[in-house]
């Protein structure tokens, strides 16, 4: 059994920055694969970033692509997502979610896939 816990989120300024953190307890993160996702008011749930067990392969939505970027430090058993040049449509409340695995190199996009959820962390962005 794996706990995933968000902090990190917050209200920011469009054009400013904030890093989210999902700090893992229970398991160590090293045979999972981890996704950020985020869910807005009357929105189904969306991918926003995704890396594989070992670090090396990584998937973004095409939104945050070059603004976010998703970062895993197994020592402290905590997955990262810094977040630059927010925009008012990235206002949403943010997941992460771990999928155990036993293959690197592979990421997982849909929640489905994933086997533990953090309860969210809400981030607003104003205008």
């Known amino acids: 059994q794996v706990q995933l816990v968000e902090s990190g989120g917050g209200l920011v300024q469009a054009g400013g920055s904030l890093r989210v953190s999902c700090a893992a307890s229970?398991?160590?993160?090293?045979?999972?694969?981890m996704g950020w996702f985020r869910q807005a008011p009357g929105k189904e749930r969306e991918i926003v970033a995704a890396?594989?067990?070992?670090?090396?392969?990584?998937y973004y939505a095409d939104s945050v692509k070059g603004r976010f970027t998703i970062s895993r430090d197994d020592a402290k058993n905590t997955v990262y997502l810094q977040m630059n040049s927010l925009k008012p449509e990235d206002t949403a409340v943010y997941f992460c979610?771990?999928?155990?695995?036993?293959?690197?190199?592979?990421?997982?996009?849909?929640?489905?896939?994933?086997?533990?959820w953090g309860q969210g962390t809400q981030v607003t962005v104003s205008s």
């Open positions: 979610a771990a999928k155990l695995t036993y293959y690197s190199g592979r990421y997982y996009t849909t929640a489905p896939a994933y086997d533990y």
């Open positions: 229970g398991r160590t993160l090293r045979t999972y694969a």
């Open positions: 890396i594989d067990s070992s670090g090396d392969t990584i």
